[in-house]
């Protein structure tokens, strides 16, 4: 017969009824086929003639039929493959008769070998036809391949690779590993061999002596769980130095150390101003030891666009001065996310955005601990900081324990840059370490044609436990500025000692000298509340120049239990542009007063008077009975408005001790 079909296997999925399958090419004995079943996980088993399948049809020219004794069930797969035996049987005997019959079957068997052997081969790896001859396909040795992965070298030929994917390792180029010998140059040279794609593998613990600089590369990743630590390296070196045009770059999963000199200004990731880098990502790092962490730099020239740092920690950043200490530093870098990091004693600022006009950078969900720990001198060294800089989100942040302010927002006249449409949303800032602001917003110099605007202070919780630090300042201490609303944010004072301070500090004159400089503050719906009453301090405190100036401010339906009062002023108000409204000013215990004396408690609002109806509801009803309670003011001919405790149904002032609500609204300025 021939061999018209050039078919050697055929699959079929299985129903769970379905038992005979067609086979439709020739084959010459039963014992030819092979039957192999795939289950729905990938895995397979060859079945045994006889037991599992049946098969008719051998040595007809159309095929036969495999008929399994269990139908494959959904979901798995039957593949019924020809199986020849590599052999040759037929003895010609010298002088006979040729037996047509005969030899065409063993040209057949013939085919049908090569069939399936061109089955197996198509199923393999294989170079392109258009390939050089010349290309050694040949795999390692079973000793220099043993354990190792397979891998492509420059040329394109078969090598063994310590590493998976397109990964390269350090040790490749030489590199030791063991946190003694100097892999400075082994690693240089590995980071110099990478092109488009590549991933650079680091899993031991690297000594580098100098900078190690990634050249005009895209594309490429450094990883691992390895160590890279600087020792005796220059004082200005980096662990890794973006030089040239540089794009998508990614480094993840390091721990990287520097020399732990305080006085230096080594940095873990960064580069030097002049650079054109872009789309970069440093995430799930360890970097400490160090003077900066992590640098995205185009503060003097070049450019750095979009990056994504996330998910690392940083620990002990060591130095003060200008240059170290920071964490994490953006410099007119611009659509950078800083995300769900942890910073943990950084000695000058953990987070820095300077310099960035338009940047649109969100910094949001950190975590800030313990900043400058162990140098804290009660100056202003904020954690983070947003200077010179427009169109900064900074949200989620959560700050711990961090002294010499939280967050500063400022511009700098000196840079000629302003600050601007800035929004503080949604962060927490829990137990000052010393007693400096928690927010500072304005530059620490009388603006000139500069200035510090559009600032938004939204949903943040300030959480104060005086018992860490007996007497604190105010939260939010505004030296200047304009357009800055602070709204539905929540003050907690703890453990109250000594006098309570403002929470909201509005204007400095040493920072000023016109009301202009103030222009616009909103104070509204803010929540405070104190364990305690102590002191004489308003919720809010406005400056001299801001009560008696021209400027426009807002103060209104604000809530603050136990402080003296809401307004504190500086000066006599005179100013005509402020507007106030109180809605709930505190929960008072207006003491045992005495039936039918006509005693009343009073509260004060400092500064108002009453312009409509003053009234008042009871926090809830009196336990030993269903009577309600209402209030009404006795006078409101100045600044002191007199409540009386009345009884609803009898009109008599009652005599039981109990908390109130205060509520007055609709409430204007009142000079006496």
């Not at 050039?6 to 129903?15: E, L, M, P, W």
């Not at 199923?123 to 050089?132: C, H, V």
Request: glycine share 8%; with cysteine; charged share 15%.
């Amino acid at each position: 017969m021939t061999v018209s079909s050039s078919t050697a296997k055929v699959s079929y999925s299985g129903n769970g009824v379905t038992v005979a399958f067609a086979v439709p090419f020739y084959f010459l004995a039963n014992s030819q086929l092979t039957v192999t079943l795939r289950l729905s996980d990938g895995s397979e088993s060859t079945k045994v003639l006889g037991t599992d399948y049946t098969v008719t049809g051998a040595g007809v020219l159309t095929g036969g039929t495999v008929t399994m004794t269990v139908a494959p069930a959904s979901g798995q797969t039957l593949v019924v493959s020809r199986n020849v035996p590599l052999t040759q049987e037929t003895d010609l005997q010298p002088n006979d008769r040729l037996p047509a019959e005969t030899l065409e079957q063993s040209i057949d068997k013939l085919t049908m070998i090569t069939q399936q052997i061109d089955e197996a081969v198509d199923r393999t790896l294989k170079a392109p036809l258009s390939d050089s001859s010349s290309l050694d396909m040949t795999i390692p040795s079973s000793t220099d391949r043993a354990g190792k992965f397979l891998k492509f070298d420059t040329n394109g030929e078969p090598t063994a690779a310590t590493s998976p994917e397109s990964a390269i390792t350090v040790e490749d180029y030489g590199a030791v590993g063991n946190g003694v010998a100097d892999d400075t140059a082994a690693i240089q040279a590995a980071l110099n061999a990478l092109t488009a794609g590549d991933t650079l593998l680091f899993r031991n613990n690297y000594k580098v002596t100098a900078s190690l600089t990634i050249t005009s590369k895209s594309r490429i990743r450094l990883t691992g769980k390895g160590r890279v630590f600087l020792s005796g390296a220059a004082s200005s070196a980096y662990i890794f130095k973006l030089v040239g045009t540089c794009d998508e770059i990614e480094i993840d999963g390091l721990t990287l150390a520097g020399d732990g000199n305080a006085s230096y200004t080594q940095t873990a990731i960064g580069c030097d101003s002049g650079q054109t880098i872009s789309n970069t990502r440093f995430h799930d790092l360890n970097i400490s030891n160090i003077n900066v962490g992590i640098a995205h730099n185009a503060n003097l020239s070049g450019s750095w666009t979009k990056g994504f740092c996330y998910s690392n920690t940083f620990k002990d950043i060591l130095g003060t001065v200008s240059g170290s200490g920071y964490g994490i530093l953006m410099a007119k870098a611009t659509q950078i996310t800083v995300t769900e990091n942890v910073l943990d004693n950084c000695g000058r600022h953990s987070i820095y955005q300077g310099a960035g006009a338009l940047c649109g950078n969100l910094i949001a969900n950190n975590v800030i601990v313990n900043h400058r720990s162990t140098v804290g001198d009660g100056s202003f060294r904020a954690a983070a900081v947003i200077s010179r800089s427009s169109d900064v989100t900074f949200t989620g942040n959560k700050f711990y324990n961090c002294k010499d302010c939280c967050l500063e927002i400022s511009h700098v006249t000196s840079d000629s840059a302003n600050c601007t449409n800035i929004l503080v949303e949604g962060n927490s800032f829990t137990n000052r370490g010393n007693a400096v602001h928690t927010i500072l917003i304005g530059e620490q110099a009388i603006p000139g044609s500069y200035s510090t605007s559009s600032v938004n202070i939204f949903n943040n919780t300030f959480d104060d436990d005086l018992a860490v630090t007996a007497v604190l300042p105010p939260n939010i201490y505004i030296l200047n500025g304009t357009n800055i609303t602070i709204e539905s944010n929540r003050f907690v004072r703890r453990n109250v000692t000594s006098s309570l301070s403002a929470c909201v500090l509005y204007g400095d004159e040493t920072y000023i000298n016109s009301s202009a400089q103030l222009n616009n503050l909103t104070v509204r719906n803010n929540v405070a509340t104190a364990n305690a009453t102590a002191g004489t301090a308003g919720f809010v405190t406005v400056c001299s120049t801001a009560s008696t100036g021209t400027n426009y401010y807002w103060i209104k339906d604000n809530y603050a239990q136990n402080w003296p009062k809401l307004i504190g002023w500086d000066a006599t108000p005179t100013n005509p542009n402020s507007f106030l409204r109180f809605r709930a000013t505190a929960s008072y215990n207006f003491g045992a007063i005495s039936a039918n004396t006509g005693t009343a408690a009073t509260v004060q609002i400092d500064g108002c008077k009453r312009t409509s109806s003053v009234r008042g509801r009871p926090q809830y009803s009196l336990i030993s009975s269903n009577t309600m309670y209402s209030f009404y003011a006795k006078d409101d001919a100045d600044n002191l408005v007199a409540i009386q405790v009345v009884n609803v149904s009898t009109g008599a002032i009652d005599p039981v001790d109990q908390t109130f609500i205060l509520d007055i609204e609709d409430v204007e300025p009142y000079y006496g």
